[in-house]
């Protein structure tokens, strides 16, 4: 059993090696002492959410996908934009539930706060033709792939 896979991540996790990754990487994930953030006051659990949205990313031979689970959030509380030209960064703030007084709470393990990922788009992505759609809780923003033109060969004769 190796340390690396389960101290970087549960392995659908981007690779902390991957040139193309800008996850900001949470050192204490899945740690205990982790879930000690619910005993927390509100006010300091409003930022614990750096990172939480769970992104996969495939390539296929037209284009890269990329799916973000953003459960319960519209469409308007998250943005997709391209920046500097070559990276993607999908952002968004899931609003915390409002406290009443009288309220005690049992449990907290839903996240609030704001969330951030970014990645940087290999050469051959089309910038201008992103889309992005979002259903059932999934957004899948797709980044088309430029056509790799295949060098011509010419066969050149010998003479003699």
Known sequence: MSL?????????????????????????????????VANL???????????????????TPEAHLFKVDVPGLKKEEVKVEVEDGSILQISGERSKEKE??????????????????????????KLEEVKAAMENGVLTVTVPKE??????VKAIDISG
Not at 104 to 114: I, L, Q
């Open 4 to 36: 690396i896979p389960s101290f970087f991540g549960n392995g659908r996790r981007s690779n902390v090696f991957d040139p193309f990754s800008l996850d900001i990487w949470d050192p204490f994930e899945g740690f205990p002492f982790s879930s000690a």
């Open 147 to 152: 056509e790799v033109k295949k060098p011509e």
């Open 41 to 59: 006051p509100s006010s300091a659990r409003e930022t614990t959410v750096v990172a939480n949205a769970r992104i996969d990313w495939k390539e």
């Open 100 to 125: 009443e007084k009288n309220d005690r709470w049992h449990r907290v393990e839903r996240s609030s706060g704001k969330f951030i990922r970014r990645f940087r788009l290999p050469e051959n992505a």
